[in-house]
Structure formats: structure tokens, C-alpha cells
């Protein structure tokens, strides 16, 4: 059974650093490419940054992009995403996901992935 534990959310302020974790277990974790998503209340899931399973290509939605930094260890089955800048804005449960199939892709749509962390608060305050 795959699982998904998400980590490392809280309250900062504006300007500050947040550095998020997700540990999977139940899976062959290094052949998925695995993604970031947040919800902010009363918005869509959006997709914010994805890794190819072996760690070697990345991409990070346009409103994160040069302050939020995605990353895996494989060893230790965990993604992360270190976030830098924060704004209030960014404030939004964060989820993990691992893709449905495919290693070597990025895909930014929520029904390109399969499995889902129960998410994590990140509260940026002004």
C-alpha cells in the first residue's frame, strides 16, 4: 500500500523559509516522478514543482519559480521542497503526489497523479 507523509508546514512570515518533506513508503519510489500541489481555501489544487524519478529534470510553476526548490533522496524515499521568499500568497495546504506512470515526465495536471499525501499547512503571514 503506497504512503504518503508530508511534513514540515507551519506559520512564517513574509520573506521567510519553509522546507517541506515527503516520505513514501509501499512503492518503488525511484522510478515515479513526484510532484507538489497546493490547495488555498476556496481555489483548485495547483500544481507547484515536480521531479523526475531519478532526480534529473524539475519544473516549477511560474508563481514559484526562483524561490521554491524541489529535490529527492532516493535512499530515503523522500521529496522535498525548500521555499524561500514565501508571501502570503503561498499560503495553502501543500501535498505530495507520486505520477501515475512514467519516470522521465513532469506532468502539472492533479489526474496525472495517483497517490496523495494528506497535505501540510503553510500559513505565510504579512
Known amino acids: 500500500q503506497v504512503q504518503l507523509v508530508e511534513s514540515g508546514g507551519g506559520l512564517v512570515q513574509a520573506g521567510g523559509s519553509l522546507r517541506l518533506a515527503c516520505a513514501a513508503s509501499?512503492?518503488?519510489?525511484?522510478?515515479?516522478?513526484m510532484g507538489w500541489f497546493r490547495q488555498a481555501p476556496g481555489k483548485d489544487r495547483e500544481f507547484v514543482s515536480g521531479?523526475?524519478?531519478?532526480?534529473?529534470?524539475?519544473y516549477h510553476a511560474n508563481s514559484v519559480k526562483g524561490r521554491f526548490t524541489i529535490s529527492r533522496d532516493n535512499a530515503k524515499n523522500t521529496v522535498y521542497l525548500q521555499m524561500n521568499g514565501l508571501k502570503p500568497e503561498d499560503t495553502a495546504v501543500y501535498y505530495c503526489?507520486?505520477?501515475?506512470?512514467?519516470?522521465?515526465?513532469?506532468?502539472?495536471?492533479?489526474?496525472?497523479?495517483?497517490?496523495w499525501g494528506q497535505g501540510t499547512q503553510v500559513t505565510v503571514s504579512s
Open positions: 521531479i523526475t524519478g531519478n532526480g534529473g529534470n524539475t
Open positions: 503526489a507520486r505520477s501515475k506512470s512514467g519516470r522521465s515526465t513532469i506532468g502539472i495536471q492533479a489526474e496525472e497523479y495517483a497517490y
Open positions: 509501499g512503492l518503488t519510489f525511484n522510478i515515479f516522478t
